[in-house]
């Protein structure tokens, strides 16, 4: 057994746990479901744009992709201004499964376009854990700042290019 000192994973909640293992990500993908539920309480009940913003802090922009009776496709995202263009970042597609109540990163765009991850190979369970262990640490410290997604808050519609054609190729 590999323990969480081996994998540098010690202090996160993940004593004992092989990031490589499929059980140890699907208890990832239920933590991330746990938290992005106390993010986004009523999913059914949102718009497809919302942006939480908060004083001091960098709005958390999110965007529904996708809706069915059994999941819900999610695009969550910061947006950064540079000289000539907004930058998303992290840019994170999930996929919320209703009824087995998890949450998996489906596509993931980090650390400011040097790595990107758009098909993952079925076996790259490593990759996996990589991206849904930055979700776990990111919707924890989105939660901690005060973030949320619920219905009486604000309705927006994004004008960065890049999200509305996401937005447009998973309602086609």
């Known amino acids: 057994m590999i323990n969480s000192k081996q994998t540098g994973l010690a202090g996160y909640g993940c004593e004992d746990v092989d990031p490589k293992g499929f059980v140890s990500l699907m208890d990832l993908y239920e933590n991330n479901y746990i938290r992005l539920r106390r993010l986004i309480p009523d999913v059914s009940a949102l718009p497809d744009n919302y942006i939480s913003q908060l004083p001091g802090c960098l709005s958390l922009h999110m965007t529904v992709l996708e809706r069915t009776p059994f ?46 991850f758009d098909h993952i190979p079925e076996k790259a369970i490593k990759i996996k854990w990589k991206l849904n262990r930055f979700l776990y640490k990111w919707l924890g410290y989105c939660l901690y700042l005060g973030h949320s997604f619920k219905p009486h808050q604000k309705k927006y519609e994004s004008t960065d290019p890049a999200t509305r054609l996401i937005a447009n190729l998973y309602s086609r």
Request: proline letters at 2%; glycine letters at 4%.
């Open 71 to 116: 999941t819900t496709t999610l695009y969550l995202t910061y947006y950064f201004e540079e000289s000539t263009r907004s930058v998303a970042e992290p840019a994170l597609t999930l996929r919320l499964y209703h009824d087995a109540h998890q949450v998996e990163v489906l596509t993931g765009h980090l650390q400011h376009g040097r790595q990107r």
